[in-house]
């Protein structure tokens, strides 16, 4: 090839690496977006989790032969 080939070739790949990188910079925005909403879903079922712990334990009336296994 000739130095002009050589040039365009780099230069093509160049362009082409730069659409890979955007490509991957667009997934991992939606797989960060993804991982903040799963987080909010998780500390939403903690507090449920809680909740209902709470409701247990005074339907129990608050006794038991010992602690109760907590949910963690």
Do not use: H
């Not at 090839?1 to 082409?16: F, I, Y």
């Not at 909740?51 to 339907?59: A, P, Q, S």
């Amino acid at each position: 090839m000739s130095a002009v080939g050589d040039a365009l070739a780099a230069l093509k790949n160049a362009v082409l690496l730069q659409e890979r990188l955007d490509v991957v910079r667009r997934e991992l925005s939606s797989l960060s977006d993804n991982v903040r909403r799963l987080d909010d879903r998780v500390i939403d079922l903690k507090e449920r989790i809680v909740k209902i712990e709470t409701l247990i334990e005074l339907t129990r009336g608050g006794g038991g032969v010992g602690p109760q296994p907590k949910l963690s």
